[in-house]
């Protein structure tokens, strides 16, 4: 498994993206127990609940992961440059705990420029990947 080796910033960020994605789900979880909301029924689309802001949080982090959870695998078996690959897949989970926080806090103009940053981290991801191929 030496070769996994220099990957080892872009696998544990893998794991931080999984640990995001959990904790997310737990306040989740707690908010909906508290405002006593029924399991299965919709959230009313209101910014102003947080239990709401919360949820939605959640769901954008899951839109992303899976995709940049198969960017990470396609780089790293494209033997795609080590340092580029990590750095660009903390850009991606710097910009997802970042839009979780503004989500959280309702604030739309930084929630809208950390899911950019987020982005460019995930695309950055797949065209080391694409480089490692070049």
């Not at 580029?84 to 420029?113: E, P």
Request: net charge neutral.
């Amino acid at each position: 498994m030496d070769f996994i080796e220099p990957y080892t910033i872009a696998i544990q960020v893998v794991g931080l993206a999984g640990l995001t994605l959990f904790l997310q789900l737990i306040v989740v979880d707690i908010f909906g127990l508290k405002a006593k909301d029924i399991l299965g029924q919709p959230i009313s689309a209101d910014h102003s609940d947080f239990h709401f802001r919360a949820s939605k949080a959640l769901s954008h982090t899951n839109e992303s992961v899976s995709i940049f959870i198969l960017f990470v695998g396609f780089a790293i078996l494209s033997s795609a440059n080590p340092d580029w690959l990590n750095m660009s897949a903390i850009v991606y989970l710097v910009g997802r705990v970042a839009h979780m926080f503004f989500y959280y806090v309702n604030l739309k103009l930084l929630r809208s420029i950390s899911f950019v940053v987020s982005l460019l981290g995930l695309m950055a991801v797949f065209v080391v990947g694409v480089l490692g191929w070049l």
